[in-house]
């Protein structure tokens, strides 16, 4: 018997600095689909499982954070945050993170573990619920769907 009801889930995905130019930058690394393509597999994907995706991108630290706050306040059902390099340094979005009770997902195109050791150190993992890296744009749909089942 199913427990779903009418009204489908939110799931914010939250997009850090540089992977507005996703397409374009370095795409030996991070592959050759933009932002936009990736919003659109989350869609087609969401729909499936009856979630509906709020997806954004800031340069900017603190509107990760805010937008962090926001999901609590909205009551969404999870995040995933690929917060690109601010991975490795914002203790304002380890702290963010803490700070609310949605489940955040950490998510990566690319599996930093395999690259430069200033990589290798997560601010969000040490926070998240868990994490998703080095499938490219496939990471976001498998994050999805983990976020689908908790
Ligand atoms: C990234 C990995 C980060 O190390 C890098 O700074 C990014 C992208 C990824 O999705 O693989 O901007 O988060």
């Not at 050759?32 to 087609?44: C, F, K, R, V, Y």
């Amino acid at each position: 018997m199913s427990n779903s009801t009418a009204d489908s889930a939110t799931i914010y995905v939250l997009n850090g600095p540089n992977l507005n130019l996703l397409g374009l930058r370095e795409p030996e690394i991070y592959g050759s689909q933009t932002l936009d393509d990736i919003a659109g597999m989350l869609e087609d994907r969401g729909r499936e499982l009856g979630l509906e995706i709020d997806m954004r991108q800031s340069n900017h630290e603190g509107h990760l954070v805010d937008w962090l706050h926001e999901a609590q306040a909205e009551g969404v059902k999870a995040v995933l945050l690929n917060a690109g390099a601010y991975t490795h340094t914002s203790v304002a979005i380890h702290d963010a993170i803490k700070s609310i009770k949605v489940p955040v997902i950490e998510v990566h195109l690319s599996n930093p573990h395999k690259r430069e050791g200033f990589r290798h150190h997560s601010y969000v993992g040490m926070a998240a619920q868990g994490t998703v890296c080095g499938f490219g744009a496939n990471s976001y749909i498998v994050a999805l769907e983990a976020a689908a089942r908790l």
